[in-house]
């Protein structure tokens, strides 16, 4: 009877792990549960970025085309009402014809202007300046592999 309370005693499993690796342990598991919901956050947010461009540019698509609707429809009526106070059509798409070629010219005299601007001593030296600096990461990058070609 002696030797099997020995036995008995024996074969009783070991004692729970101490507070601290139990801890540790669970504190694992969570992290490696939070981490891994950041990583399918992420991956959602990146496919609903990849469709929302998507539907970003047809978006900018059919604002497009409402626009271009919307001006050919106010020339229409704008051509309407001028050919009614003119009395004539060949008048009325004439007006309209030099109104629009005013339109063009100021849109051209405008872009000449701002080129203009591109073009002066302390744009030229901030553009330059913008584009070294956004150059430089990419060249830095360059360098640093012609530097580890070079030791292998």
Known sequence: MHDEEGESSRAAPSPPPSGLLDEVSRFGRAARQLFGAQAQLLAAELGLARSAVS?????ALAATVAGVGLGLTLLGLAGVLLATWLGSWIWALLLLALLQVLFLLGAIAL???????MSLPATRS????????GLQ???TTAAQDRRGEDRA
């Open 55 to 59: 539907w970003l540019l047809l978006a």
């Open 126 to 133: 901030e553009w330059s300046a913008m584009m070294r600096a």
């Open 137 to 139: 990461p990419a060249e």
């Open 111 to 117: 872009f000449r202007r701002c080129m203009h601007w």
